[in-house]
């Protein structure tokens, strides 16, 4: 009998090696979806009516989004579809009855909540999203103001072929240059609402005319666009319920306590008459608890730095006492928005959105195990301390404003 040699056993396994190395791009993914089985959602929109939950799915037409043709005979680049439910879920599959395509919501840019559900409570259309292991949570949250989220995701807006593109697009660059609205993931939404140190809050929008007349294609053929959607403050929630909304001073005052204020404009009056815009460069707020004589007590300490953005009045800015006197025109203005903010928040709303509970736990845990249960009732009476620092760090390439030179001349 002849055995084999050690050679033949090697050139026998680098064989099936080969054969089962040429096998495995056959195998493909277990996972994969074809693409053209899939309807690609931009945007959900959830509603209640009459007990029953409502979605909406904003979904892309994919040769349409990606066609260069500018005749009028061009289709819609996106289309919505409407389902409902008496569960979020039960709802999400009915779309399929409808749909050509089995909806992949893995992309969505946007979450958006009418107001009334809002009102009533959003912790359990939150739970189904949460627990969806194909779900991201890189998209935006909103509320829309004053109208359901179903004529929202059915408007067409101009220069962004995808409505949902151009919402998220608005959302990020008012947040990061202006300062009213608060950008608020899925994850940071729960991790907020969970919390027993600080309520939820988030940015409304609101549908800026006809509805009806904005869900038609003539909306994004003229100039002067007829309907429109406009981000409108920030939205103050008890738990998963909305309370109120904050207006545009407000919406600032709330941004500059949470450390949201990247860039924004100030605008503020002159001791003559006229106005000056200030632009806000960088803001760093600290925030701290502590207990004082058995009470809790806030410390929000803000630093401002800005450039002159525009004069309209006779100032002298050469003068170093000119630029002292600005900013503490600028530092009366940023207390002022939070001092109201802070009003609102405690004779209003009476919900605590800053974190000053969780400032108080940091500092005194053995306290915040008293007050957690019941912390609003305790958020309602508490003092909070307000320091704003601000520095003018540049006046421009001009050192006085033209009305300035008129006067000299």
């Known amino acids: 009998m002849k055995t084999k040699g050690v050679g033949d056993v090697i050139k026998k396994a680098v064989k099936l090696l080969l054969v ?19 309807a690609i959602a931009a945007a959900i929109g959830i509603d209640k009516r009459n007990g029953e939950f409502e979605v909406s799915a904003q ?43 089995k909806i992949y919501f893995s ?23 949460s627990r ?7 998209f935006y949250i909103a509320v829309v103001k ?21 919402l998220f697009s608005s959302l990020e660059i008012s947040d990061k240059t202006w300062g009213q609205t608060a950008a608020v993931h899925l994850d940071e939404f729960i991790d907020t609402l969970v919390s027993k140190g600080k309520s939820p809050a988030l940015t409304g929008i609101r549908i800026i005319g006809d509805p009806v ?4 294609k003539e909306n994004i053929e003229r100039i002067d666009v007829p309907v429109s959607l406009k981000y409108v403050g920030i939205g103050v929630f008890n738990k998963d319920k909305l309370v109120g909304w904050l207006n545009v001073d407000e919406s600032r005052g709330y941004n500059y306590i949470t450390d949201e204020i990247q860039n924004t404009t100030e605008v503020v009056p002159c001791p003559q008459g006229g106005r000056i815009s200030t632009e806000v460069i960088r803001s760093k707020t600290e925030l701290k608890g502590k207990v004082v004589n058995g009470s809790p007590q806030a410390y929000v300490h803000v630093r401002v ?7 309209g ?12 006197q600005l900013e503490a025109m600028t530092r009366g203005v940023i207390e002022d928005k939070i001092n109201k903010v802070v009003h609102a928040a405690q004779r209003d709303y009476k919900v605590d959105i800053f974190g000053f509970g969780e400032a108080i736990r940091r500092d005194n845990p053995r306290m915040w195990k008293k007050w957690e249960k019941d912390w609003n009732r305790h958020f309602e009476d508490m003092t909070v301390n307000v320091k704003v620092e601000v520095k003018i760090r540049g006046i421009g390439t001009v050192s006085n404003s033209i009305l300035k030179e008129m006067e000299e001349r």
């Open 59 to 101: 979904v892309t037409v994919p040769g349409e989004v990606a066609s260069k043709k500018t005749g009028g005979d061009s289709s819609m680049p996106v289309v919505t579809f409407y389902a409902k439910g008496k569960t979020v879920f039960e709802a999400v599959r009915k779309l399929t009855t409808i749909t050509p395509r």
């Open 213 to 216: 007349l904005g869900s038609s």
């Open 107 to 129: 992309h969505i840019r946007m979450l958006v909540f009418g107001e009334d559900l809002a009102r009533e409570g959003i912790a359990e259309t939150l739970d189904v999203l």
């Open 305 to 311: 730095e800005q450039n002159v953005a525009d004069v």
């Open 313 to 324: 009045c006779n100032l002298d800015l050469t003068k170093p006492k000119t630029i002292v």
């Open 132 to 138: 969806d292991h194909e779900l991201r949570t890189d």
């Open 146 to 166: 004053g109208a359901s989220a179903k004529e929202l995701l059915a408007i067409f807006t101009p220069m962004e072929k995808i409505p949902a593109n151009r």
């Open 20 to 38: 089962a190395a040429l096998l495995l791009p056959a195998t493909g993914c277990w996972s994969r979806r074809e693409l053209n089985d899939l």
